[in-house]
């Protein structure tokens, strides 16, 4: 069956420090691939998806590549904020899966200034 | 604000009882998704709904119910609680069945 996983937590990072998270992923079909982002408090919210390979989706500095070669969608930012501090949930969606959404555990990210 | 509202924010109950989580979809979404995470931030997967009619299962316990009604709201029962049913619940909703928007959730405290 369809999985996702992602690198445990938590990472601990100096601000302006360079961010990867990885996120490998196994589907049978094509899936789309997705960054969501859990600030404290509050419910998930997307942070940048691609739909097929070698797309790249981008959002508030923060990149990530589909790479069907290697099923990896790894998030990167290279500057990261205080305000950046939150858990990261890379998910896919595989349409011949009936449109469910697979969730990797979650990474958390502690910035400090 | 995703346009995905859930009630009550905060449910406190007692073991044994029956509560009813409330969840408004966004404006023309017909796909709604129910999520437990827990306390250790995992995020699991219940049900699924699409214009009333149940999509997709997860692992939703046999005391679990949910249903979605035709002006789209959803509602999940959870009965018999026990203090394992501590939680944070989220609904979502779709319009693509690709990219969801979730609601604040609603924080379950069992006693």
């Known amino acids: 069956g369809n999985s996702v996983t992602q690198m445990e937590g938590p990472v601990t990072l100096s601000e302006e420090a360079f961010l990867t998270i990885n996120c490998t992923y196994t589907?049978?079909?094509?899936?789309?691939l997705f960054w969501y982002v859990q600030y404290p408090g509050e419910g998930l919210q997307l942070l940048l998806k691609a739909t097929k390979a070698d797309d790249k989706g981008s959002n508030k500095g923060f990149e990530a590549t589909y790479r069907k070669e290697t099923t990896s969608f790894h998030l990167e930012k290279g500057s990261v904020q205080v305000s950046d501090s939150a858990v990261y949930f890379c998910a896919l969606s595989d349409r011949t899966g009936g449109f469910k959404t697979i969730f990797g555990a979650g990474t958390r990210l502690f910035v400090k200034a | 604000d995703s346009g995905v509202t859930q009630t009550p924010k905060h449910l406190i109950t007692a073991t044994g009882q029956r509560v009813t989580l409330r969840c408004s979809p966004r404006s023309g979404d017909l796909s709604v998704y129910w999520y437990q995470q827990s306390l250790d931030q995992g995020l699991q997967f219940l049900i699924q709904y699409y214009n009333g009619e149940e999509r997709a299962k997860g692992n939703i316990l046999e005391r679990f119910s949910a249903q979605q009604f035709p002006d789209l709201h959803s509602e999940l029962n959870l009965s018999s609680l026990e203090l394992g049913d501590s939680a944070l619940y989220f609904c979502?909703?779709?319009?693509?069945?690709?990219?969801?928007?979730f609601g604040p959730g609603t924080r379950l405290t069992v006693l």
């Open positions: 979502a909703s779709s319009s693509d069945g690709d990219t969801q928007y």
């Open positions: 589907a049978t079909g094509y899936p789309s």
